[in-house]
């Protein structure tokens, strides 16, 4: 596929290296030609620097043929237009925009055919705050996931002792739990994943990935281990888009603290919010953190756009005994370090959000896509179409499909039916299944099993 | 000098225009046929013929008017409208003082609604609607002054009115230019002004009652045609209809304006000062009730709410009205009703004293001191409605404040030197710069003003001024800084 990404920020760049790994012909245009060589230098694919509102631009960057258009740089506004260009001017089949506004989102219409033509607008600020507010609703977890439309939840959640499944088969979950259906997707083991039979024993320290009806997956949790006590105060690093938006989507449920070095944003911070108490300061300032009790703080979030304060600040908080802290690092490298010592939970950015992107990418109809493990396992909801004869999944029992290994089919939606996938279940057409990849690689061969032979036809 | 003039010129203009007020007082005249008609037609000339003069005399300074000019005018209009004012009662009550006549209408264009003056009811008509509409003229003045003059001050008025309506829709409806809100609101004010003399019609008053104390209601005065206050009427639906409007009158006339233009009442939920000002006088009104039949005042708690509730919003919302001698429940009551006076009326209504904002303000500021303390970074801008205030306002509120309280301690201490007793003098000082008119002791609502000496008379008359003005408006005049060029 040839793809015309727009903006070389974080956004751009992840979801370039994400798509150069599938063999997309990837175009990549942004201003800042210091940031497109360093690019360059490490993917394969073609940089062109210049406005990428400006048509001359897009022509350039060969926009004429180009089967999609990724617009994700900085400004709704370029992104806007450069939409709106890509449909009146070049006819481009799929155009995705960054939108993120509160104000454009408001109002769907401006969106549409008859104005800006933007197929699909995301929001990654948005996303990523989605899933930070997650997982303060469920603190056990490491990840929550989220599928048809919230309907089923894909589950990370680290094994401790005294859960009463560690220790015993997984087979004893249908004993423990007569009533809940689930189903264990993968267990990660020391960073390897394990080869999972109904026998297979849970140890402590297992990072366990289950699928269950997203009503059901606090009892899941609860066999994997204790509950931890529920969530009131929150502190907050960080008052960019993220910090911002998480501190409104949580300051009616919980005591939040935000933490904001910028006097500036400071102000505009507490004019904005109504509930949480704004404080000036250096989020790496250990006597701020203990003069605001740091100890006491359930959940504490490093939300700043530099990884280094925020690795800093979550491990002063840790060592201050904040109860849980949450990190955002950017850099890959750095999260692999992190997240095995003392930050409990560190996000990429980029991994949170770009599945949002890849399900439009991907061949097949597929409706979601979460990047798991660093992008090296995925989690994906894909549609059922065809029959028979012209599909290899509708119509046949689950044991059937030829999946390859290490490629989990989690649970199926029918319409607002929950079915947690076993051996002898029966794919219909139209279901949304939803399957757990643990090698990305394997991705194109279940994207290949969904689609429909033409063939037959 | 030049400038003096300048204020002159226009001075001239509204004095001009005033005089078309005597046309209301000259119609009751006609009509009732109380032989005042001369009286006021020459009033009324005498008003336009010295406007006439003092603006062809000063013709050649007709310029902009600045910030000080404003001032200027503003304190030469409320100064000069109370001396035209007195030209008819001179004319009409040769036994009145001059001392005396200048109270009166001063207490009118203030919407004090202290009087010097007994045997109301035995007054001939037009003198009666004079001193009503005054009061209505002065009710509406100080809107329009609100509007138009103190966001050059930087205190009050606008800022403070504007920062309690939150979002685009005060922005987007109160007009762009001055001179259309102050129309828009007079339209309001008028507009209701007769629907509560209508009313008052239905309850059971006679016209010359209905349309004189429709007058006195909006504009928060506290006239009446009787003696007896309202407790001539002896009648709980006319206290009902009164309570109702001086509710109304008590709330930011901008409020009423968006609400009407924009025909919603969600207005109302974003106006945090009138559910401030509501809320503080209706729980005053039961706990005064409820206060009053526990001591055994009234026998009946539907009593005791009646009289406790027609008082406490007269008071509170600074009209001034009584319909019983408060001043003899326990001294509890009279004095809390004083207090919610003080602070109770919306700015931008027609009420007086230090208008909730501010209290607003303050209370919010002395909240912020607290979380200070506790979290020494804490970013925590005053919030009102959702909206921020800026610590610039805050300042000027505390400076407000400052002036209020120290202008009360010394007026009440004058008052004391000239040898009233405290309640009375205290009472007297707080009824007069609260605009809210009867006091306690001497000048309880059962007495009147007309006890004074002429000194203490003047000491009120100025309280009276320096109240409706904010204070501010009046105290720079002596400064050294405002005359400095």
């Known amino acids: 596929m040839k793809i015309l990404i727009l903006g070389a920020g974080q956004v751009g760049s992840t979801v370039a290296e994400s798509l150069v790994s599938e063999a997309n012909d990837i175009t990549v245009v942004d201003f800042d030609g210091e940031k497109l060589r360093q690019l360059q230098d490490r993917l394969d694919l073609r940089t062109l620097a210049g406005n990428a509102a400006h048509p001359a631009v897009l022509e350039q960057a060969g926009i004429a043929d180009a089967d999609m258009l990724l617009a994700v740089t900085q400004s709704d506004e370029v992104n806007l237009v450069a939409c709106k260009l890509a449909a009146s001017l070049y006819n481009t089949p799929t155009r995705i925009a960054r939108i993120r506004s509160a104000d454009y989102l408001e109002r769907p219409e401006i969106f549409n055919e008859d104005n800006f033509c933007v197929d699909f607008s995301i929001c990654p600020e948005q996303i990523l705050t989605d899933h930070i507010a997650r997982l303060i609703e469920f603190p056990e977890a490491l990840q929550v996931l989220e599928f048809a439309a919230g309907k089923v939840s894909l589950v990370a959640v680290r094994a401790v002792e005294g859960g009463p499944l560690v220790g015993r088969p997984l087979r004893a979950l249908r004993t423990d739990m007569p009533k809940i259906d689930t189903r264990v997707a993968a267990i990660f083991r020391q960073d390897h994943s394990l080869n999972m039979s109904g026998d297979t024993v849970v140890e402590a320290g297992d990072d366990v990935f289950f699928i269950a009806a997203t009503e059901h997956i606090r009892a899941v949790m609860l066999e994997l281990r204790h509950m931890d006590k529920p969530i009131r105060r929150v502190m907050i690093v960080g008052g960019g888009n993220i910090g911002r938006r998480l501190a409104r989507a949580l300051e009616n449920n919980y005591q939040v603290k935000l933490i904001e070095y910028s006097k500036k944003v400071s102000a505009s911070l507490a004019a904005e919010l109504t509930n949480t108490l704004i404080l000036n300061g250096d989020g790496t300032d250990e006597k701020l953190m203990q003069q605001e009790h740091i100890s006491d703080v359930d959940v504490f979030c490093a939300l700043t756009n530099d ?107 029918r319409g607002e039916q929950v079915i947690i996938a076993h051996h002898d279940t029966l794919i219909e057409e139209d279901d949304h299944v939803i399957v757990f990849v643990n090698d990305k690689r394997m991705v194109r061969k279940i994207e290949n099993l969904f689609q429909v032979n033409l063939g037959f036809f | 000098m030049r400038r003096a003039l300048t204020v002159f010129h226009a001075l001239g203009l509204v004095l ?103 045997g109301l009811d035995a007054l001939p008509p037009a003198i009666n609607v004079w001193r009503h509409e005054m009061e209505w003229l002065g009710g509406l003045g100080i809107i329009v002054l609100a509007v138009a003059i103190l966001p050059l001050l930087g205190i009050g008025g606008r800022q403070l009115f504007k920062a309690e309506m939150p979002g685009p829709m005060k922005d987007a409806a ?129 009593t005791a709410l009646r009289y406790a509730t027609f008082n406490v919003v007269s008071i509170g919302a600074s009209s001034g009205f009584a319909s019983t001698d408060y001043g003899q429940w326990p001294i509890f009551a009279p004095l809390w009703m004083l207090f919610v006076g003080c602070i109770a009326a919306s700015s931008g209504s027609t009420g007086g004293g230090i208008k909730m904002i501010r209290t607003m303000v303050l209370f919010k500021q002395a909240g912020r001191e607290f979380v200070k303390l506790l979290h020494p970074a804490v970013v925590d801008p005053m919030k009102i409605g959702g909206r921020v205030v800026t610590n610039n306002i805050v300042f000027s509120v505390l400076g407000f404040i400052f002036l209020y309280f120290m202008t009360i301690a010394t007026l009440t201490f004058v008052l004391l030197i000239s040898g009233m007793d405290f309640i009375s003098a205290f009472s007297a000082v707080l009824a007069c710069v609260n605009n809210f008119g009867p006091g306690l002791g001497a000048v309880g609502p059962a007495s009147t003003y007309a006890v004074l000496s002429d000194f203490q008379t003047w000491v009120c008359t100025f309280a009276m001024l320096v109240g409706r003005l904010e204070i501010f408006t009046v105290l720079i005049l002596f400064t050294p800084h405002f005359w400095r060029r």
């Not at chain 2, 003082?97 to 003056?117: H, K, N, P, Q, R």
């Open chain 2, 174 to 302: 109160l007009t762009p230019r001055i001179a259309d809100t102050a129309r828009n609101l007079w339209v309001v004010y008028a507009v209701m002004t007769v629907i509560c003399a209508l009313s008052l019609k239905w309850a059971g008053m006679g016209w010359l009652d209905a349309v004189c104390h429709a007058f006195s209601t909006m504009g928060l005065g506290g006239f009446s045609t009787h003696d007896a206050s309202i407790g001539y009427f002896n009648s709980p639906l006319i206290e009902f209809v009164m309570v109702v409007f001086m509710l109304v009158a008590a709330v930011n006339f901008a409020s009423h304006f968006l609400a009407w233009h924009g025909k919603t009442l969600k207005v109302y939920l974003y106006d945090k000062e009138a559910q401030a000002t509501l809320g503080l006088i209706l729980v005053s009104c039961f706990g005064i009730a409820s206060f009053l039949w526990w001591n055994d005042i009234y026998s009946e708690f539907s």
């Open chain 1, 307 to 413: 990884d280094e304060n925020n690795i800093m600040s979550s491990l002063l908080a840790k060592q201050g005994g904040a109860h849980k802290v949450i990190a955002l690092i950017n850099r890959s490298a750095y999260v692999g370090l992190m997240q095995r010592g003392n930050i409990d939970i560190a996000l990429s950015p980029a991994q949170v959000t770009i599945g949002s992107l890849l399900a439009y990418v991907r061949q097949g109809d597929v409706e979601v896509v979460h990047s798991l493990r660093r992008g090296a396992a995925e989690a994906l909801e894909l549609v059922a179409h065809g029959d028979r004869k012209s599909s290899k999944v509708v119509g046949r029992r689950v044991e059937e499909i030829d999946a390859p290994k290490g490629a989990t089919i989690g649970a199926i939606v």
């Open chain 2, 16 to 118: 001009m225009v005033f005089s078309i007020a005597y046309l209301v007082p000259i119609a009751a005249s006609y009509i009732y046929d109380d032989g005042a008609l001369i009286d006021f037609l020459m009033a009324m000339a005498w008003t336009f013929f010295v406007g006439l003069f003092m603006w062809l005399l000063t013709r050649k300074y007709k310029g902009e008017l600045s910030i000080r000019h404003g001032y200027l005018l503003v304190v030469g209009m409320w100064t000069a409208m109370p001396v035209v004012a007195t030209l008819p009662m001179l004319l009409m009550l040769p036994e009145l003082s001059f001392t005396d006549a200048y109270f009166e209408a001063m207490s009118a264009v203030t919407t004090t609604g202290a009087t010097v003056l007994t």
